[in-house]
């Protein structure tokens, strides 16, 4: 496996394991990130949303890049990845000025961004992690399954 395109790059296609690969490694991280940040300057200070924040910017295209891929070997346009993106970046922005309430305390911003990001997590869930891409090529190039 090509890790460094699965992460750097938007062209072509990737099937549903290298999906459930990329976003694997991109979600350990993020727990491990959020643990550390947390444990260090709590949950709520300003500096652990700013740090959240900067996290959710570096990642923001590995994971732009997985998604679109995937996108593309459903046959869609690979910039539907930028829904979820940002909304994600729109949501740490929000956070960072305490618009949103804290983690485990959201208030009506936050409990409305929360459900908006888990309507659009569940689509991507079903569309990009459940459901097989197109069979044969496609314009975005071969089929990755083969």
Known sequence: MDFSNLF???????????????LII????????????WFLFGYTSFM??????????????????????????????GQFAGI?????????VLALFGLTGDPLNPN????????VLGIVGLW???ELGFLRGTIGANE???DPVG
């Open 48 to 77: 652990a949303r700013l740090l959240s924040l900067i996290y959710t910017l570096a990642v923001a295209y590995p994971a732009y890049a997985v998604m679109a891929k995937r996108f593309q070997d459903r046959g869609k346009k």
């Open 8 to 22: 750097t790059s938007t062209e072509g296609r990737i099937g549903r394991q290298n999906l459930w690969i990329g």
């Open 108 to 115: 009506t911003l936050g409990t409305a961004l929360g459900f």
């Open 84 to 92: 979820l993106i940002g909304l994600s970046i729109l949501s740490s």
């Open 124 to 126: 991507y869930l079903i």
């Open 140 to 142: 975005y190039g071969p």
């Open 26 to 37: 991109l979600t350990v991280i993020g727990v491990v990130m959020i643990q550390i940040i």
